[in-house]
């Protein structure tokens, strides 16, 4: 796996418009061989959604990683670091949904 493309976490946060959200991108092998792009998104501090792509190749994920990147950068996100918990705290949140 690409290890640079497999995490992307976004901010947008606007206080005159009451704005606090993040979107969240991640691609994962699954356990049946194929790609997930894995994509979540609410207001911070909620568990918010998530939605799962399914794709053959690693090479199908990335490019449509990179276009949604692309597009909520458009829209005012910024992308951080992380999103304040460590991979194995969000991991567990993620699977108890």
């Given amino acids: 796996m690409i290890e640079q493309y497999s995490n992307l976490y976004f901010q947008r946060i606007d206080p005159s418009r009451n704005m606090a959200r993040y979107y969240a991108l991640s ?7 194929e790609i997930a792009l894995i994509r979540a998104w609410g207001r911070i501090g909620t568990l918010g959604q998530e ?3 399914l794709f053959a190749s690693e090479a199908e994920a990335v490019t449509m990683f990179r276009h949604i990147a692309r597009k909520k950068s458009a829209k005012g996100y910024v992308a ?5 918990k460590s991979p194995g705290q969000a991991a ?6």
């Fill in 27 to 33: 691609i994962q092998p699954t356990l049946f061989g």
């Fill in 80 to 84: 951080k670091t992380s999103c304040g």
């Fill in 92 to 97: 567990v949140e993620a699977q108890a949904r």
């Fill in 51 to 53: 939605m799962r792509h």
